[in-house]
């Protein structure tokens, strides 16, 4: 009875220490080559992979055991990745049934550059896209974590997982838009692409954003989220790309300012965009405008140059419609007036309205017989259109100085 107490005692101190030994240490093998060969087959076919030996440790509160492979290499047609480990897991009761039914795959890469990264997806389908990718990519790095899961069959399953970020990124666009210093993680999922903490330096401009999301829907992408720049002088070269194009009415010569920007877009498999709508909140800390209106028979003092201080200003875009709201200081005699003003472009008209306050600057309309007074203050309102390649129609135009007021219509 005591010889059998003490192989009871022998052979379950034998099995405690195996399993802490399994579950803290682990042994290596390569009996599960094959299977995770195969599970990589199945994502494709072509595909090769080179395994080092397998680590197998047991984790006992799940009755499962842990697979882990360090350093193995993934080929496709001569192109390959390195990856920087392959886990998985297998139940018990797989492994005692001689089955080994991995049920998941967890693939961490090395750091990967990422004209390499395009170039081996490539080498599955060799689209358009990627190609043009391939082509305006300059630099920059890519690591990922892939979850992938198989159904009983061995089939992948659509809930796959994707996370890792993108660093020090660089590509042209246009031969006149160059993007640095590109910056984000991201996961990506079966229904949409997430970006986080994005910051780009775009033509030395700093750009960064809380969130992106692309969602996938039918044979489109519909990509909302936040574009932000933070206080930022724009030289004459971002001048040119970014404001002129778009304000070619107004000889901007110099201006700092920062900007919150929502938009959304959708965007179909030939990337081409669809249903753009745009939201800024601009802060014009100070901007400078070349005066090319004769004005000074109206304004006297009136300078080569207008100033536009501390100004804040809504824009707002969709449907080939755009809406402009702002107010703020502008100095274009000696001392600083109040402006607010609106525009509302449909088509090629654009509506505008315009309320100028001013105090302690002169004001002279020879054909009203008026002269405003330095001490009080005057009010100055106006609207109408203008369509483009045409002149201003003026709509209505109102003069108030304290109990005397102008309207004209």
């Given at each position: ?6 192989i009871?005692?022998i ?5 405690l220490i195996l399993?802490l030994y399994?579950?803290f ?8 080559n094959k ?10 076919n ?8 397998i680590?197998?440790?047991l984790d006992?509160?799940?009755l ?6 360090i350093g193995?290499?993934?080929i496709?047609?001569q192109k390959s990745?390195d990856?920087?480990?392959?886990k998985?897991?297998?139940s018990l009761?797989s ?5 080994f039914l ?10 990967i ?6 170039s081996?997806?490539r080498?599955f ?6 190609y ?6 300059k630099?920059?790095f ?5 979850k992938?899961?198989?159904d009983?069959k061995g089939?992948i ?7 890792g970020?993108?660093?020090?990124t ?6 006149k ?5 590109l910056?984000?993680s991201f996961?990506?999922?079966?229904e ?10 775009l033509?030395n ?6 969130k992106i999301?692309v969602?996938?829907?039918k044979n489109k992408y519909i990509v909302e989220?936040e574009?932000?720049s ?7 070269q ?12 107004y000889?901007i010569?110099?201006i700092?300012?920062?900007?919150k920007?929502k ?5 179909d498999?030939?990337?081409?965009f669809n249903?753009?709508?745009?939201k800024?909140?601009?802060n014009?800390n100070?901007?400078s405008l070349?005066n090319?209106f004769d004005?000074?028979?109206i ?5 080569e140059e ?5 100004h804040k ?6 449907k080939q419609s ?6 703020g200081d ?9 402006i607010?003003?609106s ?11 315009l309320?100028?306050k001013?105090k ?6 020879e054909?009203l017989?008026?002269?405003n007074?330095?001490n ?5 309102k106006?609207?109408g ?5 045409k ?6 135009f109102s003069l108030?100085?304290?109990k ?6």
């Amino acid at each position: 009875m005591k010889i059998l107490s003490k192989i009871t005692l022998i052979t379950f101190s034998l099995i405690l220490i195996l399993i802490l030994y399994l579950s803290f240490f682990g042994i290596e093998t390569n009996k599960f080559n094959k299977q995770i060969s195969d599970k990589i087959k199945n994502i494709d076919n072509n595909l090769e992979i080179e395994l080092k030996k397998i680590k197998i440790n047991l984790d006992i509160f799940k009755l499962k055991i842990k697979v882990k492979t360090i350093g193995p290499k993934i080929i496709n047609k001569q192109k390959s990745l390195d990856i920087e480990n392959i886990k998985t897991q297998i139940s018990l009761k797989s492994f005692f049934q001689d089955q080994f039914l991995i049920e998941n795959l967890e693939l961490s890469t090395k750091p990967i550059e990422i004209k390499n990264a395009i170039s081996f997806l490539r080498s599955f389908k060799n689209s358009t896209e990627l190609y043009i990718l391939e082509k305006i990519v300059k630099k920059g790095f890519l690591v990922a974590d892939i979850k992938l899961n198989f159904d009983e069959k061995g089939n992948i399953k659509e809930n796959f997982q994707i996370d890792g970020f993108i660093k020090d990124t660089r590509f042209g666009l246009l031969e006149k838009y160059e993007f640095n210093k590109l910056n984000f993680s991201f996961n990506l999922n079966n229904e949409k692409f997430l970006l986080q903490d994005l910051a780009l330096n775009l033509n030395n401009i700093n750009l960064n954003s809380n969130k992106i999301i692309v969602s996938f829907i039918k044979n489109k992408y519909i990509v909302e989220g936040e574009i932000n720049s933070k206080e930022i002088l724009i030289n004459q070269q971002d001048k040119n790309l970014f404001i002129q194009p778009y304000l070619k009415l107004y000889n901007i010569d110099k201006i700092n300012l920062s900007s919150k920007n929502k938009f959304n877009f959708e965007l179909d498999k030939k990337f081409k965009f669809n249903k753009l709508k745009v939201k800024t909140l601009l802060n014009i800390n100070e901007a400078s405008l070349l005066n090319k209106f004769d004005l000074k028979n109206i304004f006297p003092e009136i300078k080569e140059e207008i100033s536009l201080v501390d100004h804040k200003i809504e824009i707002d875009y969709q449907k080939q419609s755009l809406s402009v709201k702002g107010k703020g200081d502008i100095i274009s005699q000696k001392n600083k007036d109040i402006i607010k003003y609106s525009f509302n472009k449909k088509d090629d008209v654009l509506f505008f309205e315009l309320f100028l306050k001013i105090k302690d600057n002169p004001i002279i309309l020879e054909i009203l017989n008026f002269k405003n007074n330095l001490n009080k203050e005057t009010l100055i309102k106006s609207s109408g259109s203008y369509k483009f390649d045409k002149d201003f129609l003026i709509k209505e135009f109102s003069l108030k100085q304290k109990k005397n007021e102008i309207k004209i219509k």
